[in-house]
């Protein structure tokens, strides 16, 4: 997971960022990456600096910081993410299904009807299990928007995943510093909702091959 691999490095800069603007801007950052992460798309790009090992960084800062609440900041990065899906759907459907509603070709009409009858059947358990996933984070909320995933289900979805992914892996990185057996537990996690996708995965492919 990339929270174990890059969260030493940025550990460093989060605590300039502390350091240097106070512990206000300092949650105003790590929340506005969260958002941008999803919301902007920026984590296809920057998919670590937006996203696992940020707030797994910023949760072992929270640790040995006294300025900074890890309810707050945990709370917070939840919220973030979960509007930044938000905005990466509506994203999605106003402005993508369009754009691709002009332009012609099977293959493409295909692909949409594959897509709709995948996020009709299995969407919320695809959004859910995305936001564990750096770059289909970014992609899923967009692609349901395309495919119409049903509002409220994505709004559901959307609540399960953010909310669990922001508050706990931030929980993970702050308590992993006094209980090393939390990081541990991160891996279990992340392996756990990695396995999910892939039968969610084979699901959705079998039941296409068979209709």
């Given at each position: 997971m990339d929270s174990v691999i890059l969260a030493a490095a940025l550990t460093g800069q989060?605590?300039?960022w502390l350091n240097n603007f106070g512990p206000i801007i300092f949650?105003?950052?790590?929340?506005?990456?969260?958002?941008?992460g999803t919301g902007l798309f920026?984590?296809?790009?920057?998919?670590?600096?937006?996203?696992?090992s940020l707030i797994f960084?910023?949760?072992?800062?929270?640790?040995?910081?006294?300025s900074i609440n890890i309810i707050v900041l945990s709370v917070g990065v939840?919220?973030?993410?979960?509007?930044?899906?938000?905005?990466g759907f509506v994203l999605g459907r106003h402005y993508g299904r369009p754009y691709l509603d002009k332009r012609e070709g099977p293959?493409?009409?295909s692909a949409i009807v594959k897509s709709e009858k995948f996020y009709a059947e299995l969407?919320?358990?695809?959004?859910?299990?995305?936001?564990?996933?750096?770059?289909a984070r970014v992609?899923?909320?967009a692609i349901a928007g395309i495919a119409r995933m049903n509002y409220y289900k994505f709004l559901g979805a959307n609540f399960v995943g953010a909310i669990t992914w922001g508050v706990g892996l931030t929980l993970a990185g702050y308590y992993a510093v006094t209980i090393p057996a939390v990081k541990t537990g991160s891996y279990a996690i992340a392996t756990f909702f990695i396995v999910g996708s892939i039968v969610a995965g084979i699901r959705s492919w079998w039941n296409n091959r068979k209709s």
């Open positions: 989060v605590t300039d949650y105003l950052i790590v929340w506005g990456l969260v958002f941008a920026i984590g296809a790009f920057i998919p670590f600096i937006t996203g696992d960084a910023a949760g072992v800062l929270a640790a040995s910081s006294g939840g919220l973030a993410a979960f509007l930044g899906d938000q905005v293959r493409l009409r969407g919320w358990w695809a959004v859910v299990v995305a936001r564990f996933m750096p770059w992609l899923v909320p």
